[in-house]
């Protein structure tokens, strides 16, 4: 982290939440930040029109107006999202531009056209939530404040008022525990990297990779407390990790007479002990952490908690009580406050809703989309409010795709029909930034009126997207509507099928995750046309980031769609004990693998190097930037440990990007071929080959990744179709 950074996320660091809010760079006091913050916001997002907006407070909830004159566009809402939102709705449906997490196009006339007439649009339910308990892991662990001004301004901008906010949320339980018989450097050992936090918060892990350093403690605590602080100063809710029993080694021990619960291991990981919610001593840790926690970002109404994640042993506790204990605490802290819990797998358990206050908690469910099975969440849940959610990626994929046919058929109908408990949705997925049709689809449906036509929307995104009507940009998208976008969860799979040039090298592979649907939902013949329509949209419209960032999208899937065609092949060569069409087809695999590399390489958001060098930039010394890298890139790779790695970790979160591509992919794929040339020529059986060394050796030292986009997006997806055509 360069020096001038450091010091002064340091500084702040020490100082409590009033004082991270008068760090920010807009001027005067906190008051005269939140009446112009719609207004800050859209001097960032549109420096050369936002003098033609007009932002005005009204005090209905949950209402956006949009009016005025040509020059001069009046917004108004509760809110400064909700004036944001206002803004979205005008600059998708009027000025015919868009402002999305990937890519952008902003190609407007000096003089903004004025609406027709005065527009007034009304949210269709009370909680609009945002981010996956795994998004600071999968989507950037290391990103700093330039980074989440904007993804802050854009989840204002799409209608969200309720973000999870996890940056920093190491600072509470490092002061916290200290008060309970720990040191700074034992605490500093238990917790975990800033890329495996999310699981540490979950209570999955702790104490991997490396014990973090007191300045990153605080350079991170500094930063959450400014993303706190903008939240609330759009007029958004920061959803905090809330306390459910997370305790360090040996509590137990230190603190005689609490009593912990071993939770044994995830994924080769041992888990932290949980205390007893049912005890004084609970009672004690959280009004402890309560008080620390807003001492450090603020208090909140909305607190995320999810008990026994993924395998968590009640030991001899009863659920329900436990669930009462919780309870208890976070009313005694924050008696107006609502407890947020994932819908995830068996989550919540009836023990759990029949123990609480029902209409004081509110379950964001990441299986609406996901599974058949899934039809009545009234009777699951007992009529706790639930908030639609959708996981359409899985670990930072790249792969393109969401069921978009379930929202429009589901969402309505489930918030519609009598009884009802659907209060929200949930933007889920579990790393941001992809996907943009998909996160603007989602988003819009708390704000919609009326039967979602999934082929008008599409045909007006793509005008949006681009800027103007074209014939080409309108087919290509509904290519990907049909494709893509067109899968369903009647196979019980919410996310697309991942590449297999990610996976591990194996002439059956069918996934590179392991827990990634085997096969594409979609047939690849039928989304390839996407390609060369995209290339035929003509010149004026291709000067935006959103148009090269849905080209680079479209190629790259037509790539990995064919890496499950020529597997097969490359297969029966080795069967047929064929060395030379072995070595022709592997030929043409790694070219494939190339031209995708090039590809990537193009965009700066699609580079390795980036993420790497943004992990590096916040250590203090050498040894601690080495540690950072490791940390963010054995997430990608490893993920963990060998034992985690065997259990189905390695390559969960795979991608393709330029440096991983044509790094630890392309020296996996290599590397397999040639022995299996070896083993043909030798005529003997291919020796096994320990790729959790060569992974981890690789992700300790992956060479020089280069940390600035190469080529022109255009050409190279020019390449990839000429190389698609040369291999079919």
């Not at 056209?113 to 005065?118: I, K, S, Y």
Request: net charge neutral; aromatic share 10%; proline share 6%.
């Amino acid at each position: 982290m360069p020096l001038a950074r450091r010091t002064v996320l340091t500084a702040l660091a020490g100082a409590g939440p009033a004082a991270a809010c008068a760090s920010s760079t807009e001027t005067g006091g906190a008051s005269a930040r939140v009446q112009g913050a719609a207004t800050d916001a859209a001097r960032r997002l549109l420096p050369r029109h936002w003098q033609q907006l007009d932002f005005r407070t009204a005090t209905e909830p949950d209402v956006f107006r949009v009016s005025g004159r040509a020059g001069r566009v009046t917004l108004t809402g509760a809110t400064p999202a909700v004036q944001l939102t206002g803004l979205n709705w005008y600059l998708r449906n009027v000025a015919h531009a868009d402002l999305n997490w990937a890519g952008e196009q902003l190609d407007l006339p000096r003089e903004l056209p004025a609406p027709d007439g005065t527009v007034v649009r009304r949210a269709n339910v009370p909680h609009r939530f945002a981010l996956n308990d795994t998004n600071d892991g999968y989507t950037g662990p290391y990103h700093d404040w330039p980074y989440w001004e904007r993804e802050l301004d854009v989840l204002a901008l799409h209608g969200y008022n309720e973000i999870l906010v996890y940056t920093g949320a190491d600072a509470p339980y490092h002061r916290l525990f200290q008060e309970f018989g720990y040191s700074d450097g034992e605490l500093r050992s238990w917790i975990p990297g800033p890329a495996h936090q999310p699981w540490w918060l979950l209570q999955n892990l702790s104490a991997f990779p490396h014990p973090v350093s007191r300045q990153l403690l605080d350079a991170r605590a500094a930063l959450g407390r400014r993303i706190a602080a903008r939240v609330r100063d759009l007029g958004m809710t920061p959803v905090f990790p809330g306390y459910f029993g997370t305790v360090p080694p040996g509590f137990a021990d230190r603190n005689p007479g609490a009593r912990t619960v071993p939770q044994g291991d995830w994924m080769g990981f041992a888990r932290p002990d949980w205390l007893d919610p049912r005890t004084d001593h609970f009672a004690r840790v959280a009004a402890a952490f309560y008080r620390v926690q807003e001492e450090l970002f603020g208090a909140s109404t909305l607190y995320k908690m999810d008990l026994l994640h993924e395998g968590g042993s009640p030991g001899d506790v009863p659920v329900g009580d436990a669930a009462r204990g919780v309870e208890k605490a976070l009313r005694a802290a924050r008696p107006n406050a609502v407890w947020v819990i994932l819908g995830w797998q068996h989550n919540p358990p009836k023990a759990i809703v029949d123990a609480v206050t029902r209409d004081r908690m509110l379950v964001v469910d990441g299986l609406s989309d996901r599974f058949p099975t899934v039809t009545d969440r009234e009777s699951d849940w007992g009529g706790t409010p639930y908030a639609f959610g959708s996981i359409w990626n899985f670990g930072g994929h790249t792969a393109l795709g969401a069921n978009t046919p379930d929202w429009a058929e589901l969402y309505e109908k489930w918030r519609t029909r009598d009884g009802s408990a659907l209060r929200g949705i949930a933007l889920l997925p579990e790393a941001a930034d992809n996907n943009p049709a998909a996160f603007a689809l989602f988003s819009e449906l708390a704000w919609r009126e009326g039967e979602l036509n999934l082929r008008d929307w599409f045909r007006q995104w793509s005008h949006a997207r681009y800027g103007a009507r074209d014939p080409h940009a309108e087919a290509a998208w509904d290519v990907l509507r049909r494709t893509v976008y067109g899968t369903t969860r009647a196979d019980s799979w919410s996310e697309g099928a991942d590449s297999l040039f990610a996976a591990r090298p194996s002439l059956t592979a069918n996934r590179a995750a392991k827990w990634s649907p085997k096969e594409l939902r979609y047939r690849a013949e039928e989304f390839e046309p996407a390609l060369g329509e995209l290339l035929a949209v003509r010149a004026g419209l291709r000067g935006s980031s959103a148009y090269r960032r849905d080209l680079l999208d479209v190629a790259r899937q037509a790539l990995a769609n064919r890496s499950r065609t020529l597997l097969p092949r490359i297969k029966q060569a080795y069967d047929a004990g064929d060395a030379a069409r072995l070595g022709e087809l592997a030929g043409v695999w790694l070219s494939l693998m190339d031209a995708l590399e090039a590809l990537l390489a193009t965009d700066s958001r699609h580079l390795l190097g980036r993420w790497v060098a943004d992990a590096r930039a916040w250590g203090a010394d050498a040894a601690e930037r080495d540690r950072l890298a490791y940390d963010a890139l054995s997430l990608l790779t490893v993920w963990g440990t060998r034992e985690g790695a065997d259990a189905g970790l390695r390559d969960y979160a795979n991608r393709e990007w330029a440096g991983l591509v044509g790094g630890l992919y392309r020296l996996r794929w290599s590397t397999y071929f040639t022995e299996l040339r070896a083993a043909l020529r030798e005529g003997r059986a291919p020796r096994k080959t320990d790729w959790f060394a060569l992974e981890d050796r690789w992700t300790r030292n992956p060479g020089r990744l280069a940390t600035r986009p190469a080529g022109d997006t255009y050409t190279a997806a020019v390449r990839v179709r000429e190389r698609l055509a040369a291999t079919r």
